[in-house]
């Protein structure tokens, strides 16, 4: 069974740093490209990043370019989000997908606020 | 900016048939694929469609997918309506730079 488990959301304030982690399992994670999709609270789907199977090309959408860093260790089937300088407008939760091959993880919220 | 706009809600009784349109702002819809997702409330999003058409395995087959190059639009369609297709909905496709952009759900009411 395909299982992606987020963690590491939480509270943090502006300007702060969070590190989300997926850890996955069932199905070869080192073969598979990976992104992070955020939805904010009562809003829609807003794709955050994604990084190549061997995590040599990563790409980023312009709202997170510059502060926020994805990342894998297929040693240890984990992809990572390192998130910098948040602002309240990072607030949402956190989604770990391949979405083309429809695994999903339940999301990790992420809250920034003082 | 890429855009994909979507109807905010629609609505439909059981057993019917529903279309849920994705038109591109720009650009050739055609040129690059478009995916659906499924999310029901308080769940995560599943996908439904990928690559226009094709449906990942567990997904009936009265989910289908298309592309309408003369109004640049994708669309989605579910048959034989049933509750529990009661969600939300979004298309998903690629910008100039070939960055994921999703367009903004629609609700789908069955009543």
């Known amino acids: 069974e395909v299982q992606l488990v987020e963690s590491g959301g939480g509270l943090v304030q502006p300007g702060g740093s969070l590190r989300l982690s997926c850890a996955a399992s069932g199905f070869t994670f080192s073969s598979y490209w990976m992104h992070w999709v955020r939805q904010a609270p009562g809003k829609g789907l807003v794709w955050v990043?994604?990084?190549?199977?061997?995590?040599?090309?990563?790409?980023?959408?312009?709202?997170?370019?510059?502060?926020?860093?994805?990342?894998?260790?297929?040693?240890k089937n984990t992809l990572y989000l390192q998130m910098n300088s948040l602002r309240a407008e990072d607030t949402a939760v956190y989604y770990c997908a391949s979405p083309l091959f429809n695994y999903w993880g339940q999301g990790t919220l992420v809250t920034v606020s003082s | 900016?890429?855009?994909?706009?979507?109807?905010?809600?629609?609505?439909?009784?059981?057993?019917?048939?529903?279309?849920?349109?994705?038109?591109?702002?720009?650009?050739?819809?055609?040129?690059?694929y478009v995916q659906?997702?499924?999310?029901?409330?308080?769940?995560?999003?599943?996908?439904?469609?990928?690559?226009?058409?094709?449906?990942?395995?567990?997904?009936?087959?009265?989910?289908?997918?298309?592309?309408?190059?003369?109004?640049?639009?994708?669309?989605?369609?579910?048959?034989?309506?049933?509750?529990?297709?009661?969600?939300?909905?979004?298309?998903?496709?690629?910008?100039?730079?070939?960055?994921?952009?999703?367009?903004?759900?629609?609700?789908?009411?069955v009543l």
């Open chain 2, 36 to 109: 659906w997702y499924q999310q029901r409330p308080g769940s995560a999003p599943t996908t439904v469609i990928y690559e226009d058409n094709q449906r990942p395995s567990g997904v009936p087959d009265r989910f289908s997918g298309s592309i309408d190059s003369s109004s640049n639009s994708a669309s989605l369609t579910i048959s034989g309506l049933k509750t529990e297709d009661e969600a939300d909905y979004y298309c998903q496709s690629y910008d100039s730079s070939n960055l994921e952009v999703f367009g903004g759900g629609t609700k789908l009411t």
């Open chain 2, 1 to 32: 900016n890429f855009m994909l706009t979507q109807p905010h809600s629609v609505s439909e009784s059981p057993g019917k048939t529903v279309t849920i349109s994705c038109t591109g702002s720009s650009g050739s819809i055609a040129s690059n």
């Open chain 1, 49 to 75: 990043s994604r990084i190549n199977s061997d995590g040599s090309s990563t790409s980023y959408a312009d709202s997170v370019k510059g502060r926020f860093t994805i990342s894998r260790d297929n040693a």
